[in-house]
């Protein structure tokens, strides 16, 4: 069963493509999803909707992979009307969210994956 919809992460990143600023955020599964925004320095909730993974991790620590689209419409992720989703690993440790970088995990799926710490 998939988990519907996501929180999102909004934090000062760059496009790696363009360097421009990425300001539509960061689509994530992790804690309770339930269309929470979050910030670095933010506790992540477990309360209030459908949690994922189902069961919180060992002391609340652990990476999950997000996905987000550059705004800008001249960049080189975008392809014909729609941009190329991008990756981004997110570190959460005693559930807060503390740090998030671009890289590439799975190039062309999005499995929103839960990651060891």
Known sequence: MSTPGFNTLYFD???PYCNSAVGSGIGFRAGAV??????IGDKLSWEG?????????EGGN?????YFNCDNLNCLSWHDCFPEVQEALITVTDDVLIEVKAMKHMP??????????
């Open 49 to 57: 909707g459908t949690c994922q993974p189902e069961e919180k991790p």
């Open 62 to 66: 652990f990476k999950t992979i997000g």
């Open 34 to 39: 339930k269309q929470a925004s979050y910030k």
């Open 13 to 15: 990143l760059k496009c």
């Open 108 to 117: 062309g799926e999005q499995g929103f994956d839960i990651l060891p710490p």
